[in-house]
Each structure stands twice: as structure tokens, then as C-alpha cells.
């Protein structure tokens, strides 16, 4: 990334012009008008080759001012839709860039000190090739320094349902729960902090001492919750929580309470993870199957 970007403190968020980048461009400038952030639109588009190092090279740079042309059509385009959130949120500072580069270096790029950078993804809907070979916004969540939100083509607008955040005692999800209570805060809405754990299979022999053993663990957690909450809620004293403690797989559970929710806040790698994994199972799923956004954090 040749260009310097101003990105410090913006929320950033990305487009290719397409419907899919389009819903993440409207959520992106109703949080950045919500918060008195300025917004900035990102359009970027690959490096073509320098000319005459090949004949394909030759053909495409072809005739005068090809590039300038190419640039100055993307930008036209960025132009319209940063017109289009101004209209939509008159209170709205927003601008439009176009930058020549690789989409997920640029955006990660900027995520080390933009508020949030926000990227489009293909939801469930998509063939599954395009699921499992990823994308920019796989790219740029494993790779990003800073909350990265994810707004799948195929996710529900719910702005009045509740903040879910998934919370262990993990680096990631202490700064998970920071954000969310902020994003609760700001929306007007409760906060459902989910902590979920499982044995797996147990001794049906044994029902009895498991229930036992489940009912003390459980105590346990709900007290370990609390405390990680407390400086949230001292905070944050007008966000209503609840906590729910769930037998189960936590990935599970957080894309169950997501049906209901307006956002779900995880943090990138939980307390299970391997040290040098950038991205856990957890939030990888939820990414995936999530009914509404999610913002994926670093501790």
C-alpha cells in the first residue's frame, strides 16, 4: 500500500460495488453516524502490470491515460456511494477513496489503528466452494490488529435486539466485553454475555454425580462471569445484562443467541486456543453461521 491513508479513529469499511458490499457500507455509516465517527469507504482495485514488461502487459496498458481513466471511473463509483450513506445519515462525515492494491492488505493494514474496519462476506447461501476457500474478509479477520466486524450478505438488521458477547477469561474476550458493553451502551440495548463449556460424553451410569458436578460448575462460572463484567457494568450502569451459563459448544450457543440479536461480539482466539493460532474454531464458526453481525476483537 503505496498511499497513506487517514484511518486513525475512522471506522473503515470496504466495497467492490457490489449489493454484498453495499449492506456493509450501510451498516458501517449508521455506527459511524451513531457515534459521531467520521467513515471512510475504501474501493480498492488491483495492481495492473507495468507496461511493456509482457504483451499481455502491452494490450492492457494500451492507449493514453488508460489508468487514470480506470482510476478515475472506481472513483466516480465510491463517489455515488458515499453520497448515498451522506443522504441517508445527513450528520455522516464520510469520504471515499480508491486505492490500487490487494483488498485484505490494505484493509488489514488499516486496522491497526482505525476504530473498526468492516468488511462484506458471502453467508451460508454461497456455494460451498466460495465458503471454504474464504476470501478478503476471512483474510482480514485472522490477520487484522484491531476489531474487524463482518456483515454477511445474508444477516438480519435487528438494531433494537440485545449485544451477545462470548466471554471467558481469554486476553480477547476481556477486550470483547469492553466493546460490546460500549456497543450496548451506545444502541440502547441489554448485553447477554454468554460463557458455554462442555465435559463431552459422560458415564450415563453416573447421571446422578454429573448433575451434581454440573449444578457446582455452574455456580462457578456464573461467579467467574460476574467478576469479568464487573468494570463494564461500573461503566456502563444503565446497560441491563443477563448471563447465561450454557452446557454446550460455546460456538453453538453464541450462533443460537444470535437470532435475536442485533450484534454478536467474540474474541478471536478464546482460552483453548493454541498460542500461535490467530484465529480460533469458535470464532470461525460463529463468522460462518451467524444470523447478524459479528465483530471479532484482540486482546
Not at 488508460?66 to 464520510?94: F, G, I, S, T
Not at 476481556?174 to 462442555?198: E, Q, T
Not at 440479536?261 to 493460532?277: D, H
Request: hydrophobic share 45%.
Amino acid at each position: 500500500m503505496s498511499v497513506e491513508l487517514e484511518t486513525k479513529g475512522r471506522i473503515v469499511v470496504g466495497t467492490d460495488g457490489s449489493p454484498r458490499a453495499d449492506k456493509a457500507v450501510d451498516w458501517a455509516a449508521g455506527r459511524a453516524a451513531a457515534r459521531g465517527l467520521p467513515l471512510l469507504v475504501l474501493f480498492v482495485v488491483p495492481e495492473l502490470p507495468l507496461p511493456g514488461r509482457t504483451a499481455a502487459a502491452a494490450q492492457i496498458h494500451h492507449g493514453i491515460n488508460y489508468m487514470a481513466d480506470y482510476l478515475a471511473e472506481a472513483q466516480k463509483k465510491v463517489d455515488r456511494v458515499v453520497e448515498q450513506m451522506r443522504q441517508r445519515y445527513p450528520n455522516l462525515d464520510a469520504k471515499g477513496k480508491v486505492i490500487q492494491g490487494a483488498p485484505s492488505y490494505v484493509l488489514t493494514r488499516a486496522s491497526r489503528d482505525a476504530d473498526q474496519v468492516v468488511v462484506g462476506a458471502r453467508g451460508e447461501g454461497a456455494p460451498l466452494s466460495v465458503r471454504l476457500l474464504g476470501g478478503v474478509s476471512d483474510a482480514v479477520v485472522t490477520h487484522a490488529h484491531g476489531p474487524v466486524v463482518v456483515v454477511s450478505d445474508e444477516v438480519h438488521e435487528n438494531p433494537g435486539g440485545p449485544v451477545v458477547v462470548g466471554v471467558d477469561d481469554s486476553p480477547a474476550a476481556k477486550a470483547a466485553i469492553k466493546l460490546a458493553f460500549d456497543a450496548a451502551d451506545v444502541r440502547g440495548v441489554p448485553l447477554i454475555a454468554i460463557n458455554s463449556w462442555d465435559f463431552g460424553p459422560y458415564d450415563a451410569y453416573n447421571a446422578e454425580i454429573w448433575d451434581q458436578s454440573v449444578e457446582g460448575i455452574t455456580k462457578s462460572l456464573s461467579e467467574l462471569v460476574e467478576e469479568l463484567l464487573a468494570d463494564g457494568k461500573a461503566a456502563h450502569p444503565s446497560v441491563p445484562v443477563e448471563i447465561r451459563v450454557i452446557r454446550g459448544r460455546p460456538e453453538r450457543a453464541l450462533v443460537d443467541a444470535s437470532r435475536e440479536a442485533g450484534l454478536v461480539v467474540v474474541g478471536s482466539r478464546g482460552r483453548g486456543g493454541f498460542a500461535g493460532l490467530l484465529l480460533g474454531s469458535t470464532s470461525k464458526h460463529v463468522l460462518r453461521e451467524s444470523h447478524c453481525p459479528v465483530i471479532v476483537t484482540r486482546g
